[in-house]
């Protein structure tokens, strides 16, 4: 594919088809660089004061030349761009795999990190559970499977899903959402579920990032369309007749994902990190409001 060099003037040779991005042809994208004109996904874009750029603008606005005051380039959502877009979502796949792993070395571990109301499910014995005081099963369970067919389902949203959302927020901000909308799925299931129903999976975590590519999506003005089928579809599977699917982990999650989607890529400019990260304390706020509703109700 021919590229216009940096900086270039004159009119764009005629590009048949929806535009792609210069580094990654095979992305669809309708985002181009301010200075170069150039498509760029949202793993390549870098916030600049007015649109974005691509990483060839920066490093060359970097220097000593035209555009020195470019020192930090930043992503859609404000984050620092990182040398590795995905990082964070290998360390999280990482620690998905190793828990799955454990489990199957000891399936003891099964009950004590599962999220329970007040019955050791698995083994018998005496109450266990969030209600006795033992919060970390809201962090132990997004990371716990059980099932080879669960986990290869979930850690497969999470590298689709995850790379150009952590690209296009930065590491930070998207490790708040992937861990914030998993405890929000894992708090709405324990307030609307049975107290004894066991619930285990990333899915509420992965509904959050399910969340945020909506609003990423239409925040770049891509077509709708195709994620609009993939949450339907999946819809339906959390709502299937024959049950066995935590459909509370899934609503909480995807809510939690598109209000804090919501804020942090339509945050103002000048209040970008006070909205952001205020939005995610809220969030957490609900949801540790929530948890401790239902365990007063429960005790």
Partial sequence: MDQQPPGASGPRPPVEG????????????AVRCVRCDRPIC??????????????????????????ASVTQPRTLAGGVVAADPRLITKILL????????????DDSLLDKLVLLGRANFYYGGPPEGIAEGQWYRLVTSMFLHQEVWH???NMLGLWWLGGPLEAALGRVRYLALYLISGL????LTYWLAEPNQPSLGASGAIF???????VLMRRLNYDMRPVFMILALN??????????????????????????GIAMLHAPRERRDLVQFGACAAVLLATILIVATRTAALT
């Fill in 151 to 153: 986990i290869a389902f």
């Fill in 208 to 214: 959050g990032l399910l969340g945020a590519t909506i």
């Fill in 18 to 29: 929806p535009p792609v991005c210069y580094r990654h042809p095979d992305r669809e994208t």
């Fill in 94 to 105: 990482g620690i998905n795999v190793a828990v799955f792993v454990a489990v199957l070395a």
């Fill in 184 to 187: 929000a799925g894992g708090a």
């Fill in 235 to 260: 819809l339906v599977i959390t709502f299937n007749p024959w049950g066995g699917i935590a459909w509370q982990a899934h609503v909480g999650g995807l809510v939690a994902g598109v209000l804090m």
């Fill in 42 to 67: 949202p793993q390549c874009m870098v916030s600049a004061s007015v649109g974005f750029q691509c990483p060839d603008c920066v490093r060359q606005g970097s220097g000593t030349g035209h555009g």
